[in-house]
């Protein structure tokens, strides 16, 4: 007996060797084992309470996620009858099981099998009420095994098992005591499962074989192996990024965030090349990463961020009705100021509206500013009207010095256009400004006549400025003849400044 079971540990040895040691529980293509245990008989005789040693070896080979089939062997098994009815009998099982796995942990799998084979058996010790008629002590029976099983994880391929079954054996010889029922036994094992290594199999289904997973340093048992939220078959295959890295282009976003929720390219860490990497565009600065310019402004994001200092979402972050892009590159405006030369006008009325110089307060170089100019409602693209008469509150007097008529003539001459120019641009500044215009003339002549000439003198100021475009209903004109001199009337030069115009503001 002893010499038997050596041999058996043997056989055992070499079968678990003969298998790589990187084992699971589901066979992958073929695998095996062999354990040690203990049979009791079921006969029609009284068993023994010592149970009979048996070792038992297999091959597995996997069918689906769920079903194995099984090729085992048994050696050396017995069974022993009692003191009384003393007998020995060895049992030795070949059978095929289908194993039913209905699930499997990182730590453990249980499974139940059936099956059937045949039972050779061998009569050694016969009892004393041994059937006179018992023929043959050894033979061959059908037997069927029923049973369950679990499996412990020791290594990744490599578990440890423990099983035990109801064996019904088709035949009453086990116990040499024929009766009507038939033989039975109970086995119960504890030993080494080892799976044969299936380079072509998938047993974490992620679309990459055992062999490929080897090579790209994956785990075989593990789909996600980055956990970055994709398979690593579809990283290698579809995506082309590295399993084992859950952000391959380094960016700050993971590969699943990059091909699911942001459409980036998760192997460039820009993908829209606009000097940004696509993580600081989601997680810093809200951009766009496949859209290198966000807003839409002719400014990429970088620019605007790292450059011009503007808001990469936002086209016209000063709100004066140019793009941020316009303003940089084709007006040389400030992005970030509505006014760049401070004159009072936005520079999108300046560009669009006024025609004016955004870079310039006063555009035609007249002295006065342009914002001024607009409000005033004089022309800032045109200097000569900048400067109008000085304005003083209603009822002041105005001289309208130059203005210079030939002695007893109400004829405007040609040196007078400049003073009545500045009168004309005065009314248009200020539009609603209604004034009095008063015509005086020196002593020399009569009074009457003088009067009559003042008269004249002022409503040739008010045609010229009628005819100029200015809204006649705005003036009025009125001669004093040569009351209210400002100067002397006994010398020529006091005389031509008595023989003048005022401008009288009445609104």
């Known amino acids: 007996?002893?010499?038997?079971?050596?041999?058996?540990?043997?056989?055992?040895?070499?079968?678990?060797?003969?298998?790589?040691?990187?084992?699971?529980f589901r066979a992958n293509g073929l695998g095996g084992g062999a354990g040690f245990g203990v049979t009791y008989g079921a006969a029609d005789l009284e068993r023994n309470d010592t149970p009979g040693l048996h070792f038992r070896a297999f091959l597995r080979h996997s069918l689906s996620q769920m079903f194995e089939v099984e090729v085992?062997?048994?050696?050396a098994g017995e069974i022993l009858g009692s003191d009384a009815e003393d007998f020995e009998t060895d049992?030795?099982?070949l059978d095929v099981r289908l194993l039913l796995r209905p699930f499997e942990s990182r730590t453990f799998s249980p499974h139940i099998y059936a099956g059937m084979g045949g039972l050779y058996y061998n009569v050694r010790e016969l009892p004393n009420n041994a059937n006179a008629t018992l023929e043959d002590r050894t033979g061959?029976?059908?037997?069927?095994?029923?049973?369950?099983?679990?499996?412990?994880?020791?290594?990744?391929?490599?578990?440890?098992?423990?099983?035990?079954?109801?064996?019904?054996?088709?035949?009453?010889?086990?116990?040499?005591?024929?009766?009507?029922?038939?033989?039975?036994?109970?086995?119960?094992?504890?030993?080494l499962t080892m799976t044969g290594f299936d380079w072509d199999g998938d047993p974490d289904g992620d679309g990459?074989?055992?062999?490929?997973?080897?090579?790209?340093?994956?785990?075989?048992?593990?789909?996600?192996?980055?956990?970055?939220?994709?398979?690593?078959?579809d990283e290698f295959n579809t995506y082309k990024t590295n399993p084992l890295a859950a952000d391959s282009d380094g960016?700050?976003?993971?590969?699943?965030?990059?091909?699911?929720?942001?459409?980036?390219?998760?192997?460039?860490?820009?993908?829209?090349?606009?000097?940004?990497?696509?993580?600081d565009e989601v997680n810093t600065h809200n951009t766009n990463p496949t859209k290198a310019d966000s807003d839409g402004d002719d400014l990429t994001d970088a620019e605007e961020i790292n450059t011009h200092k503007t808001d990469p979402m936002d086209k016209d972050m000063d709100k004066d009705g140019l793009?941020?892009?316009?303003?940089?590159?084709?007006?040389?405006?400030?992005?970030?100021?509505?006014?760049?030369?401070?004159?009072?006008?936005?520079?999108?009325?300046?560009?669009?509206?006024?025609?004016?110089?955004?870079?310039?307060?006063?555009?035609?170089?007249?002295?006065?500013?342009?914002?001024?100019?607009?409000?005033?409602?004089?022309?800032p693209m045109n200097a000569d009207d900048d400067v109008v008469l000085e304005v003083a509150e209603v009822g002041a007097k105005v001289v309208l010095d130059g203005i210079v008529f030939a002695t007893g003539s109400a004829k405007i001459s040609d040196e007078s256009a400049a003073i009545l120019e500045k009168a004309y641009n005065t009314l248009i500044a200020y539009p609603d400004m209604a004034v009095e215009i008063h015509g005086y003339t020196d002593s020399t002549g009569s009074r009457r006549g003088n009067m009559r000439l003042s008269q004249r003198r002022a409503d040739s100021v008010r045609a010229y400025l009628v005819d100029k475009g200015i809204d006649g209903t705005r003036m009025t004109a009125k001669g004093f003849g040569p009351d209210n001199p400002i100067a002397t009337n006994d010398t020529a030069e006091g005389r031509e400044r008595n023989r003048r115009i005022e401008f009288v503001r009445t609104r």
């Open 1 to 24: 007996m002893t010499k038997r079971y050596g041999i058996s540990i043997c056989v055992a040895l070499i079968l678990m060797l003969s298998f790589s040691t990187f084992a699971q």
């Open 72 to 75: 085992g062997a048994g050696i």
């Open 91 to 93: 049992l030795h099982p």
């Open 140 to 191: 061959w029976l059908p037997v069927i095994p029923l049973g369950v099983g679990l499996q412990f994880r020791l290594s990744d391929y490599t578990s440890f098992e423990i099983n035990g079954g109801y064996n019904l054996v088709f035949g009453d010889e086990l116990d040499a005591f024929i009766e009507d029922s038939d033989d039975a036994y109970f086995n119960g094992h504890a030993g």
């Open 208 to 233: 990459l074989t055992n062999r490929e997973e080897k090579e790209l340093g994956t785990d075989p048992q593990l789909a996600d192996s980055d956990g970055d939220g994709l398979n690593d078959g």
């Open 251 to 279: 960016d700050g976003l993971g590969d699943r965030d990059e091909v699911k929720t942001y459409k980036t390219n998760p192997n460039s860490a820009d993908t829209d090349g606009d000097s940004l990497s696509d993580g």
């Open 323 to 379: 793009t941020d892009g316009a303003e940089i590159k084709t007006h040389q405006t400030k992005a970030t100021d509505a006014d760049t030369d401070g004159d009072g006008l936005n520079d999108g009325d300046e560009v669009n509206t006024h025609k004016t110089n955004p870079r310039n307060q006063d555009s035609d170089n007249g002295s006065v500013a342009d914002g001024v100019e607009v409000n005033r409602g004089t022309n």
